[in-house]
T-cell receptor, first 111, second 114 residues
Framework: SQQGEEDPQALSIQEGENATMNCSYKTSINNLQWYRQNSGRGLVHLILIRSNEREKHSGRLRVTLDTSKKSSSLLITASRAADTASYFCATGNNAGNMLTFGGGTRLMVKP | DSGVTQTPKHLITATGQRVTLRCSPRSGDLSVYWYQQSLDQGLQFLIQYYNGEERAKGNILERFSAQQFPDLHSELNLSSLELGDSALYFC?????????????FGPGTRLTVT
């Protein structure tokens, strides 16, 4: 079963707009990570936010974490066509560092 | 390029067969993870090795097995293949086993069982 569930499942926006993806999870976590996957390719780590952090920035990415609501959001500002990909949230497990991934949000940025 | 290599890139085989997928982690990484990605199950963790020893097991079928060798490369063996085993298989590595280390993913092996 998946720990995280992304919302929406698919998102289509115009270049230059902001894209917001949400992730909800079920159990307590120590950190939450966001990954990006271009079609059929390997995942690329974007950002990690620890449970004691509420917000984190990396370039055009902004991640928030609300542990009381067991949710996180990923905001991509000023989107580009090259941002078209699937985005996954993942939570870590104390026992061995396995990651549990959500179903992903498919983002399409139209030029 | 993540530094994680996987071979082969594509594999087409018949039901009932056995295949071996290979992964070389990033230089210096001791932990190797295997994940399966399919349309119906999404991304699922299969198994993790750390410095040659099994550390965690996920939704790995009994028909599947893995090992990590002294040079830290890992192999995932899939036997008695079924149509439902068709999927992308990813290997990832991290420097240690703490969950606070990001994982670096390889490009994947696309397995098609016919």
């Amino acid at each position: 079963s998946q720990q995280g569930e992304e919302d929406p499942q698919a998102l289509s926006i115009q270049e230059g707009e902001n894209a917001t993806m949400n992730c909800s999870y079920k159990t307590s976590i120590n950190n939450l990570q966001w990954y990006r996957q271009n079609s059929g390719r390997g995942l690329v780590h974007l950002i990690l936010i620890r449970s004691n952090e509420r917000e984190k920035h990396s370039g055009r990415l902004r991640v928030t974490l609300d542990t009381s609501k067991k949710s996180s959001s990923l905001l991509i500002t000023a989107s580009r066509a090259a941002d078209t990909a699937s985005y996954f949230c993942a939570t870590g497990n104390n026992a061995g560092n396995m990651l549990t991934f959500g179903g992903g949000t498919r983002l399409m940025v139209k030029p | 390029d993540s530094g994680v290599t996987q071979t082969p890139k594509h594999l087409i085989t018949a039901t009932g067969q056995r295949v071996t997928l290979r992964c070389s982690p990033r230089s210096g990484d001791l932990s190797v993870y295997w994940y399966q990605q399919s349309l119906d199950q999404g991304l699922q963790f299969l198994i993790q090795y750390y410095n040659g020893e099994e550390r965690a097991k996920g939704n790995i079928l009994e028909r599947f097995s893995a090992q990590q060798f002294p040079d830290l490369h890992s192999e995932l063996n899939l036997s008695s293949l079924e149509l439902g085993d068709s999927a992308l298989y990813f290997c990832a590595s991290s420097v240690a086993t703490s969950e606070f280390y990001e994982q670096y993913f390889g490009p994947g092996t696309r397995l098609t069982v016919t």
